[in-house]
């Protein structure tokens, strides 16, 4: 079972406990927050994303965000936390994500706030690739799955 299979279980078992969810890609997700606040409505769309109990965001770790991305993204940990769950998924380990968001010093402080309450984490190697490596010499490619639960 891979990272974002893990996730919709999760989503799936939330909803069936009467939860609200809501499951976006990352890139999906930054480019709503940098529309929101390019329109002044970033406030807007933040208590929007806040009405769910959890929010799973797959694949932080693709793209990077650039500043305003990052700055998005930091409004939305800040918004959510201590308050409302999220789920991440991400093929990059804690010590990455200075490159995802183009600056250690805000990664560290959304690593602060997520790991913070963080009950779950999952490292492995990816599905896909254990299942090519069955078939070719390709060497290992790790993963992780970063669950915020309250």
Known sequence: MGKTHLAVALGMASIHAGMQVYFINASNLIEKLLNAYNQGKLQRYLNYLSKYQLLIIDEIGYLPF?????????????????????????????????????????????LDRILHHSTVNIWGDSHRMKERQKTERVPPVSGELIGKLK
């Open 66 to 110: 650039d500043s305003d991305a990052a700055y998005c993204f930091f409004q939305l940990i800040c918004t959510r936390y201590e308050k409302r769950s999220i789920v991440f998924t991400s093929n990059k380990s804690y010590s990455q994500w200075g490159e995802i968001f183009l600056d250690t010093v805000i990664a560290s402080t959304i």
